[in-house]
């Protein structure tokens, strides 16, 4: 089985492109389900057992995990990661397994997500200077992580994934390459220039061409999870609501462009959506706002029809 799982990943990095991250989540799930199998069937199962697990098993699996307390999106993630490996191993070890494809996926909520007042993405700028007195470049860097995430609508993964040649000149549209190896397009404003240049002029570390361009303290790549915490320090300092979160900065980017009249499509490939239904969600969001502005403001909200 380990030989299956193995081949299995290195298929969704070499031949699918998927990210470390998303090949890692899958291999998550695979070894979870497995683990799971192994108790269900009374041993570690070789890849023809599979064939024999049928819709009780599956649904016991799915059950197991809700026992454990695991969300309705984390379970329908491991389901979706469940099926893509039966369809590998039917294609290269011919275990069929049909029951798979009779289980539903859990019903995951869809909330949607707030954007960020505009003032208080101008205020982070000044508390990024009152609380970064000692290390200015780091002041730097991190408004320019601010001023990216927030103008060009990047997720964390792509803005920590720019190398110092993709900037270099000062070019109009920035070639970012998202999930699933996808690459798209993004404009530029000149503030955001602006921020990375003041970034890059004080950087003490970190000039070669291929590397990349945001650096930690000590030097290396900037991680996700030090962009994350860049963000908290902000809302912390702030006293900001829970939800301004880095993602939420490439939200109000979405949602601000939808307030001016884009159209969605044009939206869809600038987030880097692969499906139109998940752009589609800020159109709720928007007309959402709209509707409490009406109900606030609207002289004639409250009169009954």
Same mark, same amino acid.
């Given at each position: 089985?380990?030989? @299956?799982? %193995? ?7 070499g ?9 890692? @989540?899958? *291999?998550t799930?695979?070894?979870? !389900? ?12 070789f890849?023809?057992?599979l ?6 098993? !599956?649904?016991? !699996?799915?059950?197991n995990r809700?026992?454990?307390g695991l %969300? #309705? ?31 539903s ?5 869809r909330?949607?997500?707030?954007s ?8 982070m700028?000044? =508390?990024?200077?009152a609380?970064?007195?000692?290390? #200015? ?8 992580l601010?001023?990216? $995430? ?7 993964? *792509?803005?920590?994934s ?18 699933? &190896? ?8 000149? %503030?955001?220039?602006? @921020?990375? *240049? ?8 970190g000039?070669m061409?291929?590397?990349?361009? !945001?650096?930690s303290?000590? &030097? $290396? ?5 030090? %962009?994350e915490?860049?963000?908290? =320090?902000?809302?912390h ?14 939200h ?8 001016? &009249? ?5 939206l869809q490939?600038?987030?880097g ?9 800020y ?5 959402t706002e709209?509707?409490?502005i ?12």
């Open positions: 089985m380990e030989n @299956a799982v %193995a081949e299995f990943l290195e298929y969704l990095s031949v699918k492109n998927y990210s470390p991250h998303t090949t890692t @989540a899958y *291999e799930d695979i070894r979870d !389900f497995l683990n799971f199998y192994a108790q269900y069937n009374g041993g570690a199962p890849p023809s057992d064939s024999r697990a049928d819709t009780t098993c !599956f649904r016991a !699996f799915l059950a809700q026992k454990r %969300a #309705p999106k984390s379970t329908a993630r491991a389901l979706s990661s469940l099926r893509s490996f039966y369809k590998f191993l039917a294609k290269n070890y011919a275990v069929k397994n049909d029951a798979i494809s009779l289980i996926s859990p019903k995951v909520p909330n949607l997500s707030k960020i007042d505009p003032i208080d993405i101008e205020n700028h000044g =508390a990024i200077r609380t970064q007195t000692h290390e #200015p470049w780091i002041a730097a860097r991190d408004w320019a601010v001023v990216l $995430l927030f103008g060009c609508g990047l997720r964390i993964s *792509e803005a920590l720019l190398r110092n040649r993709d900037v270099v000149a000062r070019p109009d549209i920035l070639r970012i390459l998202g999930k699933g &190896g996808k690459e798209r397009m993004v404009p530029v404003l000149p %503030a955001v220039w602006g @921020a990375i *240049e003041k970034y890059m002029a004080v950087r003490p570390c000039n061409p291929d590397d990349e361009l !945001f650096r303290v000590r &030097g $290396l790549p900037m991680s996700p999870r030090m %962009a915490k860049v963000v908290e =320090a902000l809302r300092y702030l006293q900001l609501p829970d939800y301004v979160t880095p993602h939420a900065l490439r109000t980017f979405a949602t601000a462009l939808l307030s001016d &009249g884009a159209d969605l499509r044009s490939e600038l987030l959506h692969s499906s139109l239904s998940t752009t589609q969600l159109t709720r969001v928007n007309m709209i509707s409490q009406y109900a606030h403001a609207h002289p004639r909200s409250n009169d009954a029809d």
